[in-house]
């Protein structure tokens, strides 16, 4: 794995750039008025050529923080993140600081453009929640303060804020195992995505351990939203599929598949189970309730939003917090059909 720094250089680099020594720089920015203009000047164009984050007492006017932070995130219209914003939002106002939520559309030069806002100063940090980073970032040695939140990005070595998709895949599954459901079919988010790849295989994890052979054909890609799901179940007609039971890799699809099993005269739970993953309002709102793998998006906000100020604030580097998923059972999911056991 490559390990990027989110470390910024040090002030033993600016003070090399400038001319002066360390105690200087120190001055230059804690007490810019005990230091001569020019040197001033020199310490403060170090500064921004180094990209050195002064800390919270060695900002002056000049290179004053924004108190603000970015939020980016796959899909802004997408309700699973408003608890995740309310979260954040809620840690930053107690720390001093606000948030702006920014849309990564799956765009590489959306996502440069962000990361380059916190390197030029105007954010101080950035919390990602994208699925993808692109290769030119990768390849940095240095990065402005980055936390990942519930994301995997293969290569780099960033703070994360996580929880175990596997593992909760695979629950999901042997829910509807225990149930007696044997044909369990697959809506997963778009591959090779990380996180639907976590996903999928959880699902055949879960399936492996109830002694129930994988079908290709009953496993889908999507890509999250709820034009996925009806799509899905179009798709499986199309194979001729025949199953009892869906996990869907999001809620969004879950309900999307829901609808579209609707439409064409199949009952959810009679005829086909469904289990979601997310459990965003939409999953209490549908008719029957969504069972679903419950995420605590508040807190994981929260947690995203304090691994920032520790970077901010120069505290050392902080580490990576797992959170904890739990199976929430509502109505949408029962044994299946008499004629399919």
């Known amino acids: 794995m490559q390990d990027v720094s989110t470390t910024a250089p040090t002030i033993a680099e600016v003070a090399r750039l400038a001319g002066v020594s360390t105690a200087t720089v120190s001055r230059a920015l804690a007490q810019p008025e005990k230091v001569k203009a020019r040197t001033r000047e020199r310490v403060i164009e170090a500064v921004k050529a180094t990209g050195f984050i002064p800390n919270a007492q060695a900002r002056n006017l000049r290179l004053q923080a924004t108190r603000t932070v970015i939020l980016l995130v796959r899909d802004i219209s997408n309700p699973f993140y408003l608890e995740i914003y309310k979260g954040v939002e809620e840690a930053a106002i107690d720390a001093g600081y606000k948030v702006l939520m920014g849309d990564a559309r799956d765009d590489d030069e959306r996502i440069l453009r962000y990361v380059d806002m916190v390197r030029e100063r105007h954010a101080d940090g950035l919390i990602l929640m994208v699925g993808r980073f692109p290769e030119l970032l990768a390849k940095r040695s240095r990065l402005p303060p980055i936390v990942v939140a519930l994301e995997r990005l293969p290569g780099l070595n960033l703070p994360t804020v996580k929880i175990d998709n596997h593992a909760a895949a695979r629950s999901a599954v042997a829910h509807l195992a225990r149930l007696g459901h044997r044909r369990i079919a697959h809506i997963a988010g778009p591959m090779p995505d990380p996180m639907s790849v976590d996903r999928r295989d959880g699902y055949l994890a879960g399936l492996a351990d109830a002694g129930i052979a994988a079908d290709p054909d009953l496993v889908v890609e999507g890509d999250f939203g709820l034009a996925a799901g009806r799509a899905a179940i179009r798709t ?48 209490e709102a549908v008719e029957p309730q969504l069972t679903t793998i419950h995420q605590p998006r508040r807190e994981i906000g929260q947690a995203a939003m304090a691994l920032l100020i520790e970077q901010l604030s120069g505290r050392g580097a902080p580490s990576d917090l797992t959170l904890s998923t739990r199976l929430i059972e509502r109505a949408s999911a029962a044994v299946p059909p008499k004629q399919a056991r």
């Open 236 to 283: 499986l007609a199309d194979r001729g599929a025949s199953y009892t039971a869906i996990f869907a890799a999001s809620d969004q699809m879950a309900v999307g598949a829901m609808g579209e099993l609707r439409a064409r005269g199949r009952h959810v739970p009679d005829d086909v189970s469904v289990v979601g993953f997310d459990d965003i309002v939409l999953a």
